[in-house]
């Protein structure tokens, strides 16, 4: 049995052209609304016990609406959720604080409006006051709280009971880095127990390192559903989507999936790793030296041209990655139909894994400006240590070592 | 209706806690905290009292104290205090709390459940202090005073009915809250608190009585004022009306409550 289940769920928001209408409508009479917005469309999903479920989209795209219907506070106009278990959600943290009352008396009130007696609330204070970590201030009144320390006891509220389903609306990114360090080690332990995690996050590397999927919402519709890595790529190459361009992907022999978008006035034409004698390889050890050849086309004049590469491990993580702007060599003035070979050589000093690497073609500092070609997973290689010392990491730093004994 | 009693139910400690704090905010950042709202009716009482007492005291008739205006006054100001407390933030509750309803999951009928809460809390000190000041009147009330949980109760059914189905209304049209806020003046007026029926020219006083709260207001003043049990029969139109505007209220919550959400 799955532990959330959207079925076609669709909202939208209606506009009638004079509000007595819409009241009218309750008791029978029908009116046409003037405007239908709708916002969700169709969607359908259903997530497991113990899942880990990244939503992620464009500003608009419906996140927030989706959650709120998930949470019920607003009602689909069409379809069903069903929720077996207790759905905790963080959409906004202080939610329900009254600012002249003390920590501990909030922890009381908002409590309540979670649904939780007084009794329970009175079994975890003190885990939650020694949760939030503020000292003194738990017994002050809120409004002397700087917004840190609020959502630190906001947050410990929200998570004071493991809920079966516990929804993040990027609330997560407030804080300092050492709390956000402890209310994720509660969050992936409450997932251990078997909470379902639902997150909404722009952040690729919160929705890779703690998702075990990923939703991607555009325009209302579910676009994308699958692995967290794809999912992201496919989303970063949307935002970098413009007029005429298109998104595709294929599904490469190890299963990864290629993703390529872009205008195409650029077109990366051939990618290959290369080993010191000139060699096409896919397994190089650590610290040596190859060298990334990438072949470019030019289909259209264009005033500016900038190439770029990012080395990601396994997860998704960038590793490395620079371009020929930061490299200060861009290239100007491209007539229609000049082919470029760029050639990268480094050492390749990076740890025992498995990695690929994105490439993409664009104008400017960045991606987003003009993006002609961009292509994730266009490469895969893997580092194997031949000739170094053991050791652990996707980096290699090597140290040299000295110690005296001393007695 | 059962499963909405139900999560009522379940939240009885957020209503409970509500009440309390709003109580307890009252007194944190202000001297005399909650003392103010005993203070507000009693200095309204003692303006009406030094405004007109010379030109309506005359004309009062059944009770002989020289302080039978003010008596008047202040046990007509009890009850439609309560009134007016319930009605005028159950006109606003949803729309206040707006983005609570927005962001957690919780039923929204706790909300007008809590204004009752805090007003009677609210009625239950004006009322102590009512009973000490006629003290230092001299006048005293008797056992009639069981009638006032009845007054309490239609006054409240009323308030609550009509107060919930403009507020939410209001949440939709939101010049009710501002058309209403007028509308209440003018109802305050056209209800026998500052001056008596017996005032009235004859012919008009018949259409007091179409003002619901004119007949719960003759109870008050019945029970507080000359000791006796209100006349039932003024209070019948009023119940009725209470309990059909109530009635509505709750239709027009469940029917809302889909759409509520999404224009707050």
Known sequence: ?407 | MRYTLQSIWAYRYFIISSIKTEFKAKFVRSKFGGLWMIFHPLAQVLIYALVLSAVLKAKLSGIDSQYAYAIYLMAGMVGWNLFMDIASRSLSVFIDNGNLIQKMSFPKLTLPLIVIGSSLTNFFFLFLAMVVVFGFLGHSISFTILWIPVLILITITLATGVGLTLGILNVFIRDIGQIMTIIFQFWFWLTPIVYSKSMLPEKYQDFLYLNPMSGIIDGYHSVLVYNKAPNLELLIYPSILALSTFILALFLYQKSNKEMADLL
């Not at chain 1, 009602?75 to 906004?92: D, F, Y």
């Not at chain 1, 929200?158 to 300092?176: C, K």
């Open chain 1, 1 to 407: 049995m799955s532990i959330l289940e959207v079925k076609d769920v669709s909202k939208s928001f209606l506009d009638y052209s004079s509000e007595w209408k819409r009241i009218l409508s309750w008791f029978g009479l029908s009116f046409a609304p003037k405007e239908e917005h709708k916002i969700l469309k169709h969607i359908n999903f259903s997530i497991q016990k113990g899942e880990a479920i990244g939503i992620v989209g464009q500003n608009g795209a419906g996140k927030s609406t989706l959650l709120k219907i998930v949470t019920q506070t607003l009602k689909p106009s069409q379809g069903k959720v069903t929720v077996n278990g207790r759905i905790s959600a963080i959409l906004e943290l202080g939610m329900g604080f009254h600012p002249d009352l003390t920590g501990r008396q909030n922890v009381y009130h908002s409590s309540g409006l979670m649904g939780f007696t007084q009794v329970q609330i009175d079994e975890v204070i003190d885990e939650i006051e020694e949760f939030a970590e503020i000292g003194e201030y738990f017994d002050q009144p809120v409004r002397t709280y700087s917004s840190g320390m609020s959502m630190r006891v906001a947050f410990g509220v929200a998570t004071a009971y493991r809920p079966d389903i516990l929804i993040i609306d990027e609330a997560l990114s407030v804080g300092d880095a050492y709390f956000q360090h402890k209310s994720f080690d509660r969050i992936r332990k409450f997932q251990e127990d078997g909470t379902t995690l639902l997150l909404v996050s722009h952040d690729r590397n919160a929705i890779q390192s703690i998702c075990d999927r990923a939703i991607l919402l555009e325009g209302g519709c579910i676009i994308k559903d699958g692995e967290p890595e794809e999912v992201m790529d496919f989303y970063n190459a949307l935002i970098a989507q413009k007029e005429n361009s298109k998104v595709e992907q294929k599904t490469l022999d190890d299963g990864k999936v290629e993703t390529i978008s872009g205008t195409g006035e650029v077109t990366i034409e051939n990618i290959r790793l290369l080993n010191s004698q000139n060699q096409i390889v896919e397994y190089i050890s650590v610290g040596e030296k190859v060298t990334l050849e990438i072949l470019v086309k030019v289909n259209k004049d264009v005033d500016e041209l900038v190439l770029g590469y990012m080395i990601k491990d396994r997860l998704g993580q960038a590793i490395f990655g620079t371009n020929t702007h930061h490299l200060k060599k861009e290239i100007k003035e491209l007539k229609q139909g000049t082919q470029i070979e760029y050639k990268f050589t480094f050492n390749s000093n990076i740890g025992v894994g498995s990695y690929s690497m994105a490439v993409a073609v664009h104008s400017g500092e960045s991606h987003i400006v003009n993006n002609y070609e961009w292509r994730d997973n266009a490469l895969i290689f893997n580092v194997a240590n031949q000739d170094k010392d053991e050791f652990v990491g996707t980096s290699w730093i090597a140290p040299k070592l000295e110690y005296n004994i001393k007695r």
